[in-house]
């Protein structure tokens, strides 16, 4: 075969792979989340991801992040009408698409408040980064 035909078959199978190096997941809900303190000052802003519970009726907290930049708000995907938050997480890229997004202004922590709910201990998280403890002891897991 000529180079040309083997270039092109290289960039085919390397465009159309997936990227793996991206941690993807999707959840029902992002709450974009403006914690003030008592007396009405800023103290952070954080994503709480939520997933339906048909067993509870209620949406439950999956995860949560500080927002560190802009970059990491949710941006409405106007093709799928999802919005999808990307930013650097542990040391890898991590996309995470919600069908729905709520930005709220609180003087207490919601996530904490869920933890009353549903303990962080059961909560399905997001996907584990390669190399991190959960990703191991998910790895071990599944392969004994």
């Known amino acids: 075969m000529n180079t040309a035909l083997w270039l092109v078959i290289a960039l085919t199978a390397y465009v159309s792979a997936p990227d793996r190096s991206v941690l993807k997941d999707s959840v029902d809900l992002v709450e974009v989340n403006h914690y003030h303190d008592a007396r009405g000052q800023h103290v952070f802003d954080q994503l709480i991801f939520y997933d339906w519970s048909s067993q509870q009726k209620r949406f439950q907290v999956r995860a949560w992040r500080l927002i560190k930049s802009d970059s990491q708000l949710p941006r409405r995907e106007h093709r799928s009408g999802t919005w999808l938050v990307r930013w650097h997480d542990e040391g890898v890229m991590r996309e995470v698409t919600a069908k729905s997004r709520r930005e709220t202004w609180t003087q207490y922590d919601p996530e904490l408040v869920e933890r009353e709910n549903l303990p962080q201990e ?21 392969t004994h």
Do not use: F, I, M, V
């Open 122 to 142: 059961q909560r399905l998280d997001l996907s584990p980064a390669s190399g991190s403890r959960e990703h191991t002891w998910l790895t071990q897991t599944l």
